[in-house]
C-alpha cells in the first residue's frame, strides 16, 4: 500500500509543479477536468486501503492523506485512538477569528464480500465514469471532495473567511466511540472556536420536477441497539426437548415482529416534508404540506407507508440483523442471541422502548441489553452555514431542504458540545446511487467529484 500512497503524492506534486490548477483565481474558474482527474485518482488509491470496520485498522488511510497534505505544504496531524485506529486532521487558515468550519467524515467502511461485486471492492476501479469500491459514497467520496477543497483554496492562497478543519476519524461505523466520540473529547478542545461541522447525511436529490433538493441533515434517529439471549438445556438433536434456547428466541421474536409500531409525525419531519412539498405534483404536493392530516386518509397512508424511507421517518423501527446459536447441526445449543437494530424518532423514550420489548418478549428467562444508544440531536436552520447552502442551491434553480435522516452519523458527537452540524454531501445521487451504500458495487462518478470539490469550494468561499 505505502508504495501506491506515494504514486498519489507525486501525482500531487505533479500537478502543482505542471502548474494544471494554477489559475488567478479559485471559483467558477477552476480547470475542472484536472479536478475532474485528480479527485478519481485520489479516490482510487483511497479505495484500495481496506478499512473494513470491524476491525477497521484505519492509521494505515489516516498516513495516507497525512502524506498528501504534507506533499501540498500543510501540516497534517495524525491521531491514535487504539492499536491500529486512528485519523487525521489539518488547518487550513482562514483571515478572521470566527469559529472554524469542521469538515468530517470517517475512515471507515463496512465489510464486503467480494464475490458479490462486479469489481474487487477494495480495488479502487474506474471504469465508464464511476470509481467503484466500498467506501465511493459512504464516505471516502466525500473525504477525497474536503480534501481537495483545502488543497485548491491552499494552492492559491485563496484564504477563507475563517479558518477550515479537515477532519478524517475511524470507527463511525461502529458508533464512533474510538473516532469522533474520541476526537470530540481528547481533540477538540485544543482546536480553538469551532463554530459549525459539516458532514455526511444530506446529499442533493433530484426530484420528479426536474428540480434538485438540496437535502441537510439538521436531525436523525437515534440507535438503541438490543440483544437477545435465552438460555436452555442443551443436547442431541435427535432427542429434543420440548423447549429450547432456539424455540425460546423465535418465539420471541416472532412476537416482537408482529407488533405493530404507532406512526407518529414529529416537527421535525413535518417540517422536512413540508419542504419537500414544493417539488411534487399533484394531490402528493398537497398531502406533504400537512402530512400530519394526510396520514388521516387511509389512502394516502397506505401508499406513503410502503415505501421505507418514507414509513421509517413515522415509526420507532426495529429490525432482527444478528442470531448466533449452535455450531453443528445435531447438537442443541444451550444458548442462542438476537441483535435488533432499533432506531427512535426525536422525542422517543428508549426505555420506554425497551419496556415494550421486554413485554412483547414475554419470557423472564431472556434477557435484554442496550449495545448502542445516544440521545437525539439536532441543528437549527438559522445559521450563516445553513443559509449559504441555500444560497448554492438557489444558484442551481434548486432548494435547500432540512432533512431528516433515518440513520445516524458522528454529527450528534458535536451537537452534544452545542456545536451546530449539518449533513451534506454536495453530490447529486440518485437511488441506483444510493443502492450501493452498504450494498454491493458501490460506486460514484467522476462527474459527481468533479462538481462536488467546484460546489465545496464555492461553499467555503462564500461563508462570511
Not at 400537512?290 to 397506505?302: G, M, V
Not at 440483523?321 to 424518532?345: F, M, W, Y
Request: proline share 8%; aromatic share 6%; charged share 20%.
Amino acid at each position: 500500500m505505502k508504495g501506491r500512497c506515494c504514486q498519489v503524492v507525486f501525482l500531487v506534486s505533479a500537478f502543482i509543479a505542471a502548474g494544471i490548477l494554477a489559475l488567478p483565481c479559485i471559483g467558477q474558474d477552476i480547470d475542472l477536468e484536472a479536478v475532474e482527474t485528480e479527485a478519481a485518482t485520489l479516490l482510487s488509491e483511497s479505495l484500495r486501503i481496506d478499512t473494513s470496520n470491524p476491525p477497521g485498522e484505519e492509521l494505515a488511510a489516516a498516513h495516507f492523506w497525512e502524506r498528501v497534505f504534507r506533499a501540498a505544504k500543510l501540516e497534517p496531524h495524525v491521531f491514535e485512538t487504539a492499536p491500529g485506529r486512528g485519523g487525521v486532521w489539518v488547518r487550513l487558515p482562514g483571515r478572521t477569528k470566527k469559529g472554524a468550519l469542521l469538515l468530517l467524515h470517517h475512515l471507515d467502511v463496512v465489510p464486503a464480500r467480494p464475490e458479490e461485486w462486479k469489481h474487487p471492492p477494495f480495488g479502487g476501479v474506474q471504469e465508464n465514469g464511476y470509481v467503484y469500491g466500498r467506501g465511493a459514497v459512504d464516505a471516502k467520496g466525500l473525504g477525497v471532495v474536503q480534501a481537495l477543497a483545502v488543497l485548491l483554496l491552499h494552492r492559491h492562497g485563496a484564504q477563507p473567511a475563517r479558518d477550515v478543519v479537515f477532519v478524517a476519524t475511524p470507527d463511525e461505523e461502529a458508533g464512533g466511540k474510538l473516532g469522533a466520540g474520541w476526537f470530540v473529547e481528547k481533540l477538540l478542545p485544543q482546536l480553538g472556536p469551532v463554530a459549525f461541522v459539516l458532514n455526511e447525511g444530506g446529499h442533493i436529490r433530484p426530484m420528479p420536477s426536474g428540480e434538485l433538493a438540496f437535502e441537510v441533515a439538521v436531525a436523525e434517529k437515534t440507535p438503541l441497539w438490543l440483544r437477545l439471549t435465552a438460555h436452555g438445556k442443551p443436547g442431541h438433536g435427535s432427542t429434543p426437548p420440548a423447549e429450547t434456547a432456539v424455540t425460546k428466541l423465535v418465539r420471541a421474536l416472532a412476537r416482537i415482529v408482529a407488533a405493530a409500531p404507532e406512526v407518529r409525525v414529529t416537527e421535525e419531519v413535518q417540517r422536512y416534508f413540508a419542504a419537500l412539498a414544493p417539488f411534487q405534483v399533484g394531490e402528493q404536493a398537497k398531502h406533504f404540506v400537512d402530512l400530519r392530516a394526510a396520514l388521516k386518509n387511509e389512502p394516502f397512508r397506505q401508499q406513503f407507508l410502503l415505501e421505507p424511507r418514507q414509513s421509517a421517518l413515522v415509526q420507532d423501527t426495529l429490525a432482527v440483523t444478528v442470531i448466533h446459536a449452535g455450531q453443528k447441526t445435531n447438537v442443541i445449543p444451550a444458548s442462542a442471541t438476537a441483535e435488533l437494530d432499533c432506531r427512535l424518532l426525536p422525542g422517543s423514550d428508549p426505555e420506554s422502548f425497551v419496556r415494550r420489548v421486554v413485554e412483547l418478549v414475554g419470557d423472564p428467562t431472556i434477557q435484554v441489553e442496550t449495545l448502542l444508544h445516544f440521545p437525539p440531536s439536532a441543528s437549527p436552520t438559522d445559521t450563516v452555514l445553513y443559509q449559504t447552502i441555500e444560497a448554492l442551491a438557489r444558484k442551481e434553480k434548486g432548494r435547500a431542504v432540512p432533512a431528516v435522516l433515518t440513520g445516524f452519523t458522528d454529527s450528534h458527537y458535536f451537537r452534544e458540545r452545542g456545536i451546530p452540524s449539518y449533513g451534506f454531501a454536495p453530490f447529486v445521487l440518485t437511488e441506483s446511487d444510493l443502492q450501493g451504500m452498504h450494498g454491493v458495487d458501490e460506486r460514484i462518478s467522476r462527474a459527481n467529484l468533479r462538481e462536488g470539490t467546484r460546489r465545496l469550494v464555492e461553499l467555503i468561499r462564500e461563508l462570511p
